[in-house]
């Protein structure tokens, strides 16, 4: 445990509590010169050691303070913080820091996205050509999820999403697409939260037969909505997943009720899915049939993969 201590400023001391980040503003001439003049921020060093410590793989506090023209106690308070998060860690033997798992995750989670994003282009241009509606692009997002990427319908009548734009779990075929895929705990999370939560046209939302809903989505390996999100709306999505067989997303085709009714949403199904699936096996995903086939039965773990009935 660190002690209680005091921080000298320029023209203060700031009571340093117990537990508390390291990062106080303790702004100096040279700290002016290094950052900008008259700023200090706490998060522009921390910015900065990390980008450091990235582009030079391990650093020293003699390094970083020489480096940065700091006082080798903002340098170890800077270090001490981000190490707390995770964000960087610190060699035993060597006392040299390099990037945490914090660090870690956050790169492969922006490197994931940037991907999906990039991969999923070509699929969605596939769908738009065969069906002639909006197709989209969302990504789970803690218990929501984010609309990233949409190319349009040439129709005069079409249905358009804001991207970047975010939606609940419970409502729609591309939030259901994923909720079906989520583990039991996070379903059960999910389900919660819409308790007392009503469709466009005013109708509360029945949990029960929601969850009978995810069990069949999840038997048949798409989902489809109409009208629940946006009177007159429609869509039709399925999952998208990483190489770890956690559902990431959904693909959707994304229409209206006078051209998509039930019986066309059905069909258009399987030829959703398969797209879902193309982009998830260029992101490293393997069905559970797969997995058998190239490591034995035992790979068929219960959650690990999902095969889908729909799947060749």
Do not use: N
Not at 120 to 142: C, D, F, M, N, Y
Request: proline share 4%.
């Amino acid at each position: 445990m660190r002690p209680v201590g005091t921080t000298a400023g320029p023209d203060r001391t700031v009571k340093t509590p117990r537990g508390a980040a390291k990062l106080a503003d303790e702004t100096t001439d040279v700290d002016r010169g290094t950052i900008g003049v008259g700023i200090s921020s706490p998060i522009v060093r921390a910015a900065r050691v990390l980008g450091t410590i990235t582009d030079d793989a391990s650093v020293g506090i003699s390094e970083l303070s020489r480096r940065f023209g700091w006082p080798k106690s903002v340098t170890h308070r800077v270090l001490a913080t981000l190490a707390d998060t995770g964000l960087v860690a610190v060699d035993p033997e060597t006392r040299r820091y390099r990037l945490g798992p914090a660090a870690v995750r956050l790169g492969l989670a922006a490197l994931a996205r940037a991907d999906v994003h990039r991969l999923a282009l070509p699929h969605l241009a596939i769908l738009r050509e065969r069906t002639g509606e909006t197709t989209t692009l969302t990504l789970l997002s803690g218990e929501s999820r984010l609309y990233v990427a949409q190319l349009e319908s040439c129709h005069a009548v079409r249905q358009t999403i804001q991207v970047g734009s975010s939606a609940p779990l419970y409502l729609g075929g591309s939030s259901k697409a994923i909720l079906a895929f989520l583990s039991p705990g996070q379903q059960e999370r999910v389900l919660a939260s819409a308790a007392g939560a009503h469709q466009a046209d005013g109708s509360a939302i029945d949990i029960e037969m929601l969850r009978a809903e995810l069990r069949s989505i999840r038997e048949r390996g798409f989902a489809f909505s109409q009208g629940e999100r946006i009177v007159g709306a429609t869509s039709v999505a399925a999952p998208i997943f990483d190489s770890a067989g956690a559902v990431i997303g959904s693909m959707s085709v994304a229409g209206v009720t006078v051209r998509q009714d039930r019986a066309r949403l059905e069909a258009l199904g399987p030829l959703v899915a398969a797209e879902a699936d193309a982009l998830s096996h260029e992101l490293g995903w393997l069905r559970a049939d797969e997995l058998a086939d190239r490591y034995g039965e035992a790979s068929r773990m219960e959650g690990v993969q999902v095969a889908r009935k729909h799947s060749s």
